[in-house]
């Protein structure tokens, strides 16, 4: 079995109240000068060696439902 | 004249619906989520929320469910389509509107009796209405932060698409917008409950009725 894993994030221009909340809920805690932008990640199992094609289709599988490419942007990592 | 409302799994406000459709004197026509099928329907409205849980995206699996693919197809054949609050997600996530929802500003889950302002009555879902008249619809719910890019807004503007605007707005959407058409002026999306508008006994006021008189007038115009 391999992995592959598809990183989510909100694009920059988009606002992040998760992010942002999550932010100011750490300099609360002391934790100063750090500023999150919060998203998701998909671990994905595939049967066999991680191929061209493999990617290939797990890039259009992210494109048509993992990510809104109207909001989130994402990447393909093959581990 | 017939309208169906679609249950997904996590649909509330489904059975809201079907009453505000019957109490404007429409048949009011349950659809189901696993069939592809919307009988012979003159229009459709996708109800608020939380299909499939709202897990991944709000609407992002209910958008390929079975009855998605005739909606999507009718849709742009000209069918009215009304998606309300989850529905205004779901047809953002099928493409049949622009932008998408993200967290409310904030934070906060918002419930209150909105003020609106309707920005065009050239939709069949708002042609009984006035422009520039202000309504009082429910608003509930925790995703309704509309946003798009500068190049879409500024389409959505220049075209006449944006609907509803808020008055105070609540929840951080761009431009204040509370609702929009496609360019057909056929397929409406909007956060706000208009279903939850035309009793007096629970209602802050009857503007929901007329969303329903808008769809009818239309359809028997057009018949």
Aim: proline share 4%.
């Amino acid at each position: 079995m391999s992995r592959v894993v598809v990183n989510v994030m909100p694009k920059p221009e988009i606002l992040d109240p998760q992010g942002k909340a999550v932010t100011g809920a750490l300099q609360r805690l002391g934790f100063h000068g750090l500023s999150v932008r919060q998203g998701k990640r998909f671990e994905i199992e595939v049967d066999g060696e991680v191929t061209d094609e493999v990617l290939a289709e797990i890039r259009d599988a992210a494109e048509k439902l993992l990510a809104n490419t109207v909001i989130e942007s994402f990447e393909v990592v093959a581990e | 004249m017939k309208i169906g409302v679609v249950t997904f799994p996590g649909s509330l406000d489904d059975h809201d619906a079907l009453r505000a459709v019957r109490l404007s004197g429409a048949e009011a026509v349950p659809l189901w989520h696993g069939s592809d099928s919307i009988d012979d329907v003159d229009a459709i409205i996708l109800p608020g929320g939380f299909s499939y849980g709202d897990y991944l995206r709000c609407g992002a699996i209910a958008r390929f469910s079975p009855v998605m693919g005739t909606v999507i197809d009718a849709a742009n054949k000209g069918m009215p389509v009304l998606g309300i609050c989850n529905g205004f997600q779901l047809l953002c996530e099928a493409h049949l509107l622009d932008g998408a929802m993200i967290r409310n500003a904030g934070q906060q889950f918002v419930c209150v009796d909105q003020r609106l302002r309707v920005e065009t009555k050239d939709t069949v879902w708002t042609c009984e209405f006035e422009r520039g008249q202000e309504i009082t619809i429910a608003l509930k719910n925790g995703e309704g932060n509309f946003q798009a890019s500068p190049e879409t807004l500024k389409r959505l503007e220049d075209n006449d698409q944006v609907v509803f605007r808020y008055i105070g707005n609540p929840n951080g959407s761009a431009n204040d917008i509370a609702g929009i058409t496609n360019e057909r002026g056929n397929v409406v999306g909007l956060m706000p409950h208009p279903e939850h508008n035309v009793e007096e006994y629970t209602s802050s006021s009857l503007d929901g009725r007329r969303f329903f008189e808008s769809v009818i007038s239309f359809v028997s115009a057009r018949v």
